[in-house]
Every structure is written in C-alpha cells, then in structure tokens.
C-alpha cells in the first residue's frame, strides 16, 4: 500500500502565500514524476506543476512566475511553494505521483487526499 499525505492548506488573503507538502509513504521503490493538481467547486481537475526524479519542471500559465514546485527525494516528499496567491486560486489541491511498487513491476499513478486551499479578504 502507498499513502499520500498533503499538508500545507487553509486561507490566505490575496497576494499571500502558502506551502504545501505531500509525503509519499510505504511500498515504493521509486517514484518518477510528481505533480499537484487542483479542483475548483464545479471544475474539472487540472494540473498545476509536476517535476521529474531528476528535477525538471512543468507548470501551467496560470501559475508560472508565482508557484514553485520542488522535492525531496530522500523523504519521498514533493513541494508546492505558492506566492502571490489570487482569489481565483481557491481550490482543493492534491498531490500525485507515478511510482514503481517493486524494480521490474509497472509504474501506477497514486493521488493524495487533496487540501483546501482558500484565497480570500
């Protein structure tokens, strides 16, 4: 079994910011690419950044110059630095990863709980 746990959420003012962290824990051998994703009230999921094992980044244009991803591959854990935070960015944020339970078996894809994220006066 493997568990995704995210930290980080609650409300923030705007042009605040917030971290979030998601731990990645139990059967894992080795985790590719890790990524957040987020999901407004009515909205479809969409991704907001993911990085690969070796560290490079994606992110989507909404986000690009105010978020921040990054990992700690000791700790099987990934980052989500978010500055600047619009009101638009409200949402619940989970954590996904593409990781390999054993060296010769697939990889599968893994998503954390989600944490809300509240950006408001």
């Known amino acids: 079994q493997v568990q995704l746990v995210e930290s980080g959420g609650g409300l923030v003012q705007p042009g605040g910011s917030l971290r979030l962290s998601c731990a990645a824990s139990?059967?894992?051998?080795?985790?590719?690419?890790m990524g957040w994703y987020r999901q407004a009230p009515a909205q479809g999921r969409e991704l907001v950044a993911t990085?690969?094992?070796?560290?490079?980044?994606t992110y989507s244009d909404f986000v690009k110059g105010r978020f921040t991803i990054s990992r700690d591959n000791a700790k099987n854990t990934v980052y989500l630095q978010m500055n600047s935070l619009k009101p638009e960015d409200t949402a619940v944020y989970y954590c996904?990863?593409?990781?390999?339970?054993?060296?010769?078996?697939?990889?599968?894809?893994?998503w954390g709980q989600g944490t809300q994220v509240t950006v408001s006066s």
């Open positions: 139990g059967s894992i051998f080795s985790i590719n690419r």
């Open positions: 990085i690969s094992s070796r560290g490079p980044t």
């Open positions: 996904n990863a593409d990781l390999k339970n054993y060296s010769d078996g697939p990889a599968f894809a893994y």
